[in-house]
Nanobody, 121 residues
């Protein structure tokens, strides 16, 4: 059974940076699209980013474009999300998803428990 484990969340002040990591229990990052989505209390799930395994192309949600960068390391079965210039509205639980498509990354059914990101002063 595929497992995805996220890490790297935490509390940061506005304008700060965090780097999220997601490690897969199987070697899938070279055969599956990988993505991140987030969910804040009382809000709908929101696509953050996706990286396509075939060509490494990336797509970002409008709210994070220019601030976040998704990358992957197939050797370590990992995908990362570098988050810069963080804003309070980025506060959410961030989930890693495998076998994703854009939009609605979560429809693949393969996603981790998530890691909390809190941006406040």
């Amino acid at each position: 059974l595929l497992q995805l484990v996220e890490s790297g969340g935490g509390s940061v002040q506005p304008g700060g940076s965090l780097r999220l990591s997601c490690t897969a229990s199987e070697s899938i990052t070279s055969t599956h699209n990988m993505g991140w989505f987030r969910q804040a209390p009382g809000k709908e799930r929101e696509e953050v980013a996706i990286i396509y395994f075939r060509d490494g192309d990336t797509v970002y949600g409008d709210s994070v474009k220019g601030r976040f960068i998704i990358s992957q390391d197939s050797t370590n079965n990992a995908v990362y999300l570098q988050m810069n210039s963080l804003k309070p509205e980025d506060t959410a639980v961030y989930h890693c998803a495998a076998g994703s498509s854009w939009p609605n990354l979560w429809n693949s059914g393969y996603w981790g428990q998530g890691t909390q990101v809190t941006v406040s002063s």
